[in-house]
């Protein structure tokens, strides 16, 4: 190649670049992980046991109270399931150990966007339906973790 005709490609290299303009080199900001409040999940976590409850309700069963134990053991739950993304029940001899409990169940849910789905979700799924509805279990704790854009949601129920 000449030195004339290199120029010349160097050139149209150039007034091709200009005509087809910076879109090809500008790229979008990255887009900002949410991450809500504690308040945020806080308000979830209670509107699954509220939830849970008015399915109880419906089915005349009564209420589930909120319990410090079994919370305690959903709370280092979701967490430990979103930091290794798997997806498995914890040890239900530990809860009923830990929690002096003669009877002990476990739902877990991911991906749902809201806390009514994900009541929904167990209330369609025989399992988890049934633990929701077991009149032999009167205590709930519910712990909800976002993480990769999606709720990790543990709710443990025991009976004294």
């Given at each position: 190649m000449t030195s004339r005709t290199l120029t010349l490609a160097r050139r149209l290299v150039l007034v091709a670049g200009l005509l087809v303009g910076p879109g090809l080199v500008v790229t979008a900001a990255p887009a900002q992980a949410y991450t809500p409040s504690a308040a945020t999940t806080a308000a979830f976590e209670a509107r699954v046991i509220y939830q849970i409850n008015v399915q109880r309700a419906r089915y005349g069963r009564a209420k589930l109270a909120a319990n410090w134990c079994p919370d305690w053991f959903a709370e280092?739950?979701?967490?430990?399931?979103?930091?290794?993304?798997?997806?498995?029940?914890?040890s239900m001899s530990r809860i009923l150990t830990g929690c002096h409990a003669a009877r002990a169940g476990e739902n877990l849910a991911r991906g749902y966007t809201?806390?009514?789905?994900?009541?929904?979700?167990?209330?369609?799924?025989?399992?988890?339906?049934?633990?929701?509805?077991?009149?032999?279990?009167?205590?709930?704790?519910?712990?909800?973790?976002?993480?990769?854009?999606?709720?990790?949601?543990t709710a443990d129920f025991t009976r004294p």
């Open positions: 280092r739950w979701s967490p430990y399931l979103a930091r290794t993304w798997t997806f498995s029940h914890q809201t806390a009514d789905r994900t009541v929904a979700a167990w209330m369609a799924s025989p399992g988890h339906r049934a633990n929701v509805l077991d009149r032999g279990l009167t205590r709930i704790g519910v712990a909800a973790v976002y993480a990769r854009g999606q709720w990790i949601v």
